[in-house]
Each structure stands twice: as C-alpha cells, then as structure tokens.
C-alpha cells in the first residue's frame, strides 16, 4: 500500500518536473528567437527598478512629511494643553483636591466630557501625572500608555515625544504619537498628549496603493510602447531575414520594401544593392559554369574521333613492335600507355560532365554488394602487387543484399583502394565490409597505413585534381578525379562518403549506403578512425586476432602448403569465383566469423573485439625500427589523391 503511494507520488512529481523542463525549454527557445521579447521584458525590468526605487523614496518622502507636521501640531497643542491644567491645579495642596483638579483638568481637555478631545493636531487623549503630600503620585487618563522612558525625559524638564504603540478604550490599536511636557508652574506636574497615528497611517496606506496602481498600469503602458516601438524595428529585420533566407534558396529576384527616408528605409536600400549584385554574380557564375561544363563536355566528345584513330595506329604500331628496334618498340609501348591514360581521364572528364549537368542517373539493381568490393579486389589486385603491398579483404559471410548501381559503387571502390595502394608505403590496405538491417545501411570502409592526412585535408581529398604532393607518383595512373566521382555516386545513392586521416597513422575512408532506397539513412555500421591501440611493435606471434598476447606460433607445418582447419581464411587456396577473389601474394581474404589462430608474420589484425567495435580482421604492418608510424620526418608526408585506374 505504501509503496504503491511512493510510486504514485514519484510519477505524478516526475510529471510535474517533465511539464516545468518542456515549459522551461519553450521559453527559452522563445526568448533565443525573438527580440522583441528580450527588448520588452529588458524594458520591464529597468523600469520596474526605477518605479521601485521612485516609490519607496516618496514614500519615505511623504511619511517624513506627514509625522513631522504632526510632530508640529502636537507642540503646539501642548502649550495650550499646559496652560489648562495649571490653571486647574495652581494653588492646590491636598492630595484628594489634587486627584479632582486632574480629572477636572482632563474633562477641560476633552470635548464634550468623553476621554478624547479634538485640536488642530486631530483627536488625542490626555495624561496628567503629579506627585502629591506624602510623595504619592496621583494620575489622571491612560497614563499605563505612556512609555517609561520618556517619562524619564519629562521629569528631566524636557519637553519630548516619542512613537509607540497604543491601544485605547475605543478600540484603536496601532501607532501613536505620545508627546509630554513638565510644567512651570506645578513643580511636578506631567502632562502627556496621546495622538493616535490612524488617519495618517489610512493616508499612508491609500498613498501606497495609488502608487501600487499607478506602477502597475505605467509598467503596462511601457510594455505596450516597447512592443510597439520594437515592432516598429523588429518587422524590417524579420523582413530581412526572411527575404534572405528565400535569397539563400536561390529565388534571387527577392527584395525589400523601401518605406521613408528613415535608417529602416537605408536598410533596405543596401540590402537590396546587395541583394541585386550578388544576383548579377551568382547568374554570371552560374552561366560560367554552364559553359564550362558544355566545353568540356563538348570538347571531351570532339577528342572521342581523333583518340580512337590515334588509338588504332597506337595498336597497329605496338602490334607490330617485335619488327622495329628497341627504341621505336619502347616509344609505341609509351604511347599506348599514355593513351589509356589519356582516354581513362576523357571518360572521367565525360562522367564528371554528366554530374554536372544533372543527368546522372543511377541503374539500381538488387544484389549482394559483397560481388562489388570482390570485382574491385580483383581489378586492383596487380596494383597492389606491383607495390608489394598487401590487401586484407574483410567480408560478410552472409549476403548482403542492397539496392544499389552495381557499375558506380565498384568504381567508387575501385577509386579508393587504387588511392590507398599509391599511398600505403608498402603496408597493408584493409576493405570491410559490414551491414545493418535497422539503420538501413551497408557501410563499406578502406583504411591505409601510410603518409595520412593533415588536418582539414579530409575535405580537400574531395575536391577535383586536388593533389596535397603534386611531386608524388600515381602508381595507379588515375587521372585526378576519381574520388570527386566517387563522392557524386554516393550522392546519387543518398549515401555519404566521408575521410579521415593522421600524419604518420594512415587515412579511412567510410562508403555508408542505403540498402532500400527510399529509406531514411541510419548511422554507418563501420567506425571511421581506426582502432587507437598500436601494436606494431610487439614482436612477431606475440598477439592474436583480438589484440591479445598469446603464446608464441608453434613451428611451421613441415607440408608447408597444408591448410590450417582452424583458420581458413589464413590459409586460403586461390580461387577466382563468386564465393571470392583469387589469393594472389599481395592478398588476403579475411573472414570475420573464424577462430584466429597464432601467426608468426609481422602483422597485426584487428578482431571483433577491436578498440573501434568493428569485428574485422585488419592487418597491419610493424615498425621494424620500434618507432610510431607516424615518426618525425617529414620527408615521409605526401598526397591523398583521387585515383580512377
């Protein structure tokens, strides 16, 4: 019972706490957006502050005023207050003809025999005091009232007054100005004037209510002119912004509405001589690039009819280069290599064109994207070997079935490992491989060990002949404009096609696509940056596949060739097929679902235990002289290209 009443309770008061933070976060993004909201409530504030302290100022004012004319009436009062009950008393001895005479000198005071008499100071009431025979003193009216101090005052011979709190037979209970006086004439008479502070305190308190209200209405008055005044600023801006925005969606013919001569009126002049200069600009770039993009595409076919006649004597002279001496066969060789070179960077320059032009179009097949990244394996594989560079392809096991342009996504592969082989430095290139049904999405990675990238050249990559070395070779023979390809085929997929790099750790490179079109686009199953843990310089066999130190890789099959059950993927048979890529030395098919066993080769291979999360078999080559990769020559630092081979 009681515990379903606490949980009762805490839901109720995380309801509440829910219902003030979606409040709290609504004003706050209203107060973030409007300034016209910020310029009233600032306003508010200020003003609140000034009739805040203007009000308790003339309050003090006017309650000073109030008790000193008080104060003044009371004085005067009291002379004549004096003067009768001396009359009264002069000449009087006896103690019980004292007693009469103050009583009677009382009813004198009062108006009409009641306890309270009226005079130009307002209604008070009085009280006499007087030591008689015997040195007994004999009083007259509420002399308990009075208070013990100022009594030592008057009996000092001085005429005092003091502020108090009373409470009289009428009923009234509240503060009073008690004012006392000795006499000249009665050695010790004492004669005490009693005013009660009512009316002033009812003046006081209507006072503070007008000004209450008045506060009130002012502070709404001000509301409303700021509101209105900002308003007045507010609108030009919100115009502004909002023709811009419109601007920024290329509806360039948006102006502003020029009002008056005043500084709005400026505004919208500037703003649209701005407005209309960079619509002159923008429309004379956009017909630049129009007609570049139609030179290009112009002259690119125009190049197609001489390139192939030159092609065709190219081939006939090279066919025939066992007749001609050694330097006309070398020439005819070098011919027909810078023409495959030269027709590989017309087809780019005729793609590139197509993106361009918006005419792109995608042939979208369903199929396993595993026969992609083997079709590009297989393409690049002589690259890789004339580098002596070593491939580690990371595969799915299970088909993964994407909708996708088969064509684009194996030149997009083709590209980046083509670019990560020139720049590898002879270590190993890794291609992975992984899908996620929930995230829609099938991300394809390619990860180097060699120069890297330096910060901000992770964009640049992109950018088409962007060369960070201009000096360094292209084994591959790309023409410069593969990865700005590669980027436009992943836009055609709605895809992302993203980069990473460190000087000295090597680059990534992240193809993430959607596997049905049409879907929203989750996050990549693959990580961008490699695994932090460095391996490299622990000795061969000391570690397995998760990056775990292990015993030392028992001797070598004396077989040699004998394939290991444990680890089939180490000790594939080449086989050129649709199940995988031949293994040809400079390749290695890795399998991600297989038990690692130990290896004695100088490599290191992430698992899918690896420091990224990304279950992959990535090998990586030491640093024979106990260094980071990333050591401190800077001879060693070159380009990320693009490539198309």
């Known amino acids: 019972m009681i515990a379903g009443s606490r949980s009762r309770v805490e839901r109720l008061l995380a309801a509440v706490v829910a219902w003030f933070k979606s409040v709290g976060e609504s004003l706050g993004h209203t107060w973030r957006r409007s300034l016209q909201l910020r310029v009233v409530v ?66 004198a005071l009062s108006s009409g025999g009641s306890s309270s008499a ?27 009232e009075v208070p013990a101090e100022l009594r030592r005052f ?61 506060g009130i209405v002012l502070l709404l008055l001000l509301a409303a002119i700021t509101a209105l005044v900002a ?14 925005g419109r601007f920024a969606d290329g509806r360039l013919k948006e102006r502003m509405l020029v009002r008056g001569e005043d500084d709005m009126a400026r505004l919208a002049m500037s703003f649209n001589e701005m407005a209309e200069s960079l619509s002159n600009q923008i429309t004379q770039l956009e017909e630049f690039g129009n007609l570049q993009r139609r030179f290009t595409s112009d002259v690119s076919h125009e190049l197609r009819t001489p390139l192939t006649t030159v092609r065709m004597a190219a081939d006939l002279i090279h066919g025939s280069s066992d007749e001609l001496d050694p330097a006309l066969a070398r020439s005819a060789e070098l011919l027909v290599t810078e023409l495959d070179r030269f027709e590989g960077l017309l087809n780019d320059l005729l793609e590139i064109s197509r993106h361009d032009a918006g005419v792109a179009e995608l042939q979208i097949e369903s199929l396993d994207v595993r026969m992609c990244a083997r079709a590009a ?19 799915p096991e299970e088909p993964l079935v994407a909708e996708v342009d088969p064509r684009r996504v194996e030149r997009v592969l083709r590209n980046l490992l083509a670019n990560a082989i020139d720049h590898s430095e002879n270590k190993p290139v890794l291609i992975r491989m992984r899908g996620d049904v929930d995230a829609n999405a099938v991300a394809m990675v390619v990860r180097d060990q060699g120069v890297g990238l330096r910060p901000g050249e992770e964009k640049l990559v992109f950018n088409r002949f962007w060369r960070s070395d201009p000096s360094r070779m292209r084994r591959s023979g790309g023409t410069g404009l593969g990865l700005s390809i590669s980027v436009e085929d992943a836009n055609l997929h709605d895809g992302r096609l993203e980069a990473w790099g460190e000087p000295g750790v090597g680059a990534s490179f992240r193809l993430t696509l959607p596997l049905v079109r049409g879907r929203k686009l ?42 290991d059950p444990a680890n089939p993927a180490a000790s594939a048979t080449p086989a050129d097929g649709p199940d995988g890529p031949a293994n040809v030395p400079g390749t290695v098919e890795a399998n991600a679902d297989a038990e690692p066993s130990a290896r004695t080769t100088p490599a290191e291979e992430d698992s899918p235990d690896s420091p990224d999360g990304e279950p992959a078999a990535e090998r990586r080559s030491p640093n024979p002289a106990g260094e980071s990769a990333g050591g401190s020559d800077d001879t060693a630092r070159a380009d990320k290209e693009d490539i198309n081979p």
């Open 522 to 563: 989750g996050a990549s199953p693959l990580s961008l940056e490699p695994p932090k843990r460095r391996l490299a310089d622990l000795p061969a066999g000391s570690v397995d596949a998760a990056g775990d130190p292990v015993d030392p890789a028992p001797e070598a099959d004396p077989a040699g060739d004998a394939p």
């Open 377 to 395: 394996v297989s393409t690049v594989r002589h690259l890789a070997k004339e580098s002596g560079c070593e491939l580690v392809v990371d595969l």
């Open 118 to 144: 009226t005079g130009g100071a307002g209604t008070y009431n009085v009280a006499l005091a007087m030591v008689g025979d015997g040195q007994q003193e004999v009083t007259a009216g509420p002399m308990l």
């Open 231 to 244: 308003r007045q600023v507010v609108l030009p801006i919100r115009s502004a912004a909002r023709i811009a």
């Open 42 to 107: 600032s306003t508010l504030t200020l003003s609140l502050i000034v009739i805040t302290i203007l009000g308790v100022v003339l309050t003090s004012q006017i309650t000073d005023r109030l008790l000193d004319a008080k104060v003044n009436a009371a004085v005067e009062e009291m002379s004549r207050a004096r003067n009768t009950v001396e009359a009264q008393l002069t000449g009087v001895s006896d103690s019980s003809t004292q007693a009469v005479r103050l009583q009677d000198a009382v009813r």
């Open 154 to 214: 008057v009996q000092q011979n001085q005429v005092s007054y003091q502020f108090a709190t009373i409470s009289d037979p009428d009923g009234y209970r509240g503060p009073a100005l008690i004012i006392g006086s000795p006499s000249s004439e009665v050695p010790t008479l004492e004669v005490y004037l009693i005013f009660p502070l009512n009316n002033e305190q009812r003046s006081l308190s209507l006072m503070r209510g007008t000004m209450l209200i008045g």
